[in-house]
């Protein structure tokens, strides 16, 4: 989701002449902006304008073969896509092409695998900016449409040239220059420049608009400066103060694109201890666990972690923040990729561990997050799913709300903590201090599910329907980044629908981090040797399997201990 350009620091404006950086707690808010006279958004608004005015009335993406130009061509053609792209009288809207590529394994869902194996197939996305919606087809190589999805309030990935722009316009802004009193920023200082964010009280709140956010960063603080490119324009910006060790003192180089990219290409089958399943990299849902079983019953379809909402507030508590996505980092512009293959690991129950870390190329200097998705599959049929978090972010007092979505095995009849059957999707609110869980009942027996709180404060829970829309498939970035309530995006999903035939279970937990203490990366020396420590924190769901209810309480929760396998907070060596 951001393309990550050089990070610079103080040591960029160094020289007897550079002036301090700004005292905690002035508050910088600019807001409103008109669009720059900038060479760059002049060509961008002429090829918008064009577009209006031919066939199929869609800006169009470069392409670099003519399968790809014929995929993009059958798609924006596609009567689906042309309905997405026109208002309810007919008139085009202003949309374009934002992806086009090769589709990898996890951008189709699996009613369409078997066509996507035997013919080439491409992803087209397509934005239309006025209903803030994101199109996306799946086409054969013979030119056929094979899906077409449209998800309303959701925004796609960001080529490099829109966040190219986004830095433009930032440092065209004069306010931005004032912001920093005599220092001119340049594009060298911005991160994040891809990566969709929110600014409250603007017209980018809860994203209605897609927006970035790049960030410049001036010795220990940030001036975050968030970019309309709808209207091409500067909304606002704030300072958020970094942490006490905010200069660059590590970095570590990723694999090449070449070691991640067959995972994403090619599900990956891991049969051990009593477990069958597969596991692939999605574009931008992070790492997905597909057709888990346990004994030969299944456990889930699907597990995966779909995005991570970063919030933070600035210095005059308005709230900014990022949708950060995990993902591949060969077909997609994920914000933050893999650095490694998946590790897997025996466990001392008799189990294994599957994880993968995601990292920002220069973890864990500021501005800089690193993700942990990892699954304990015990050798007594519990899987535990975690979302773990081991900083650095863009600030001290950041919330972390990972987005867990649980696919149901199909017919699993589901019900609440009372044994209640949820007929229904719907939402609820859960706290730690009292016992939540959902049973889940199956033709070959039963599944208990409940929260592993970790460090979770509190966790918005959903159930709906499965649907191809809805996470069968890569999804983009969806809710809101910095929203402290249940607006985190899966109850756009809900619209009364039965759950008969199967269900789909999301966990939302809320996360505050703390310098040094948790959800926290920093950098200490040992050997002579700068190397990073971490307070992770984390959260996830327990699914408990057995072939029949023996062993549940009344509830269907299956008696056993609370520990999960996240580490306990506190500093600890990277590994």
């Not at 409103?32 to 900038?38: F, M, R, V």
């Not at 603007?202 to 994203?207: I, Y």
């Not at 299944?298 to 597990?303: F, H, M, Y």
């Not at 069968?472 to 809101?480: F, M, N, Y």
Request: proline content about 9%; overall charge negative; some cysteine.
């Amino acid at each position: 989701m951001f393309v990550l350009t050089l990070t610079c620091l103080g040591a960029c404006a160094a020289g007897p002449a550079t002036p301090a950086p700004p005292a905690p707690g002035t508050p910088v808010l600019l807001a409103g902006g008109s669009a720059p006279e900038l060479p760059a958004v002049a060509a961008r608004k002429a090829r918008l304008a064009a577009a209006l005015t031919t066939p199929p009335y869609i800006l169009l993406a470069a392409h670099t073969s003519d399968w790809l130009a014929a995929a993009q061509a059958a798609a924006v053609a596609d009567p689906r896509v042309q309905a997405a792209t026109r208002a309810p009288d007919g008139q085009p809207l202003r949309a374009e092409v934002t992806a086009l590529g090769p589709a990898s394994a996890g951008d189709v869902p699996p009613h369409l695998e078997r066509a996507c194996a035997a013919r080439r197939c491409a992803r087209v996305q397509i934005y239309v900016y006025p209903t803030n919606t994101t199109v996306t087809a799946l086409v054969a190589a013979d030119g056929t449409v094979l899906g077409v999805d449209a998800l309303a309030d959701a925004q796609p990935e960001i080529p490099a040239d829109l966040a190219d722009l986004a830095v433009q316009i930032a440092l065209a802004d004069p306010r931005v220059a004032a912001a920093f009193d005599g220092l001119t920023p340049d594009a060298a200082m911005a991160t994040m420049s891809a990566t969709k964010t929110a600014l409250e009280t603007t017209s980018c709140e809860r994203s209605r608009r897609l927006c970035v956010a790049p960030v410049f960063q001036w010795g220990n603080s940030a001036l975050w400066t968030i970019v309309d490119l709808t209207e091409f324009r500067l909304v606002g910006a704030a300072w958020t103060d970094q942490g006490a060790s905010g200069r660059r003192v590590w970095s570590e180089t990723t694999l090449q694109d070449a070691a991640l990219a067959p995972l994403c290409e090619t599900p990956v089958v891991l049969e051990r201890a009593g477990w069958r399943l597969s596991y692939l990299l999605t574009s931008s849902d992070g790492l997905e666990l597909r057709d888990l079983r346990f004994q030969g019953r299944p456990v889930l379809s699907s597990a995966q972690i779909v995005d991570w909402h970063v919030g933070y507030a600035g210095r005059d508590n308005q709230r900014v923040g990022f949708s950060d996505a995990i993902g591949c980092p060969v077909f997609s512009a994920a914000a933050v990729i893999p650095y490694a293959p998946p590790q897997i690991t025996s466990a001392p129950d008799g189990g294994f561990t599957l994880e993968l870390t995601f990292r920002s190329p220069n973890w864990p200097q500021p501005c800089n997050y690193q993700y942990v998705t990892r699954a304990h599959f015990g050798a007594d049929g519990r899987l535990q799913f975690m979302a773990i978090n081991e900083g650095r972010g863009c600030g001290i007092e950041g919330i972390y709300h990972p987005v867990l979505r649980l696919e149901l095995p199909p017919g699993a009849d589901l019900s609440d903590q009372s044994g209640a059957r949820l007929t229904h999707e719907g939402q609820t609110t859960w706290r730690p201090d009292a016992p939540h869980a959902f049973e889940a009942r199956t033709p070959d027996g039963a599944l208990a599910l409940r929260p592993l709180w970790g460090e979770a404060e509190l966790a918005y829970g959903y159930w709906t329907r499965p649907a191809q829309a809805e996470g069968q498939g890569d999804l983009p970035s969806i809710g809101s980044c910095c929203a402290l309530d249940a607006r985190q995006g899966p109850e756009q999903f809900i619209n009364g629908e039965s759950l008969d035939g199967g269900a789909v279970v999301w966990f939302v937990p809320r996360i505050g981090n703390a310098e040094r203490q948790r959800c926290w990366a920093d950098t200490t020396l040992e050997g002579g040797m700068l190397v990073p420590r971490v307070w992770p924190c984390g959260a996830g769901m327990e699914i408990a399997s057995r072939k029949d209810p023996a062993g549940y309480g009344e509830s269907g929760v299956p008696h056993a201990p609370e520990a999960g396998p996240i580490p306990a907070s506190g500093a600890r060596p990277e590994g």
